[in-house]
Nanobody
Framework: QVQLVESGGGLVQTGGSLRLSCAASGITFSNYAMAWFRQAPGKEREFVAAIRRSGGATFYTSSVKGRFTISRDNNVNTAYLQMNSLKPEDTAVYYC???????????????WGQGTQVTVSS
């Protein structure tokens, strides 16, 4: 079965950095776009970043552009989210997602990870 396993979340101070990883299995990884979403308590899931299957094009929500970088390594079936200059408003559960086509809508993604908590203290 398809499985996306996330790691790298934790507690960090304002201005710090974290790198999230998403290891995929059960899919032909190179055929899928990958994305990251986040969800804070009481709020809807929010698009963060996406990357096309080749890794040649990336997309970001405006609030993280310039601070976060999405990447992938198709040789090891893993996607990453490098998060720099973290702010308290970045605090959320971060989810990895996969689908054939990259988009900014959570409704279009077929597969999801379990989520990993990111907490940024002030």
């Amino acid at each position: 079965q398809v499985q996306l396993v996330e790691s790298g979340g934790g507690l960090v101070q304002t201005g710090g950095s974290l790198r999230l990883s998403c290891a995929a299995s059960g899919i032909t990884f190179s055929n899928y776009a990958m994305a990251w979403f986040r969800q804070a308590p009481g709020k809807e899931r929010e698009f963060v970043a996406a990357i096309r299957r080749s890794g040649g094009a990336t997309f970001y929500t405006s609030s993280v552009k310039g601070r976060f970088t999405i990447s992938r390594d198709n040789n090891v079936n893993t996607a990453y989210l490098q998060m720099n200059s973290l702010k308290p408003e970045d605090t959320a559960v971060y989810y990895c997602a996969a689908d054939i086509t990259a988009s900014g809508s959570a409704k279009t993604y077929a597969y999801w990870g379990q989520g990993t908590q990111v907490t940024v203290s002030s």
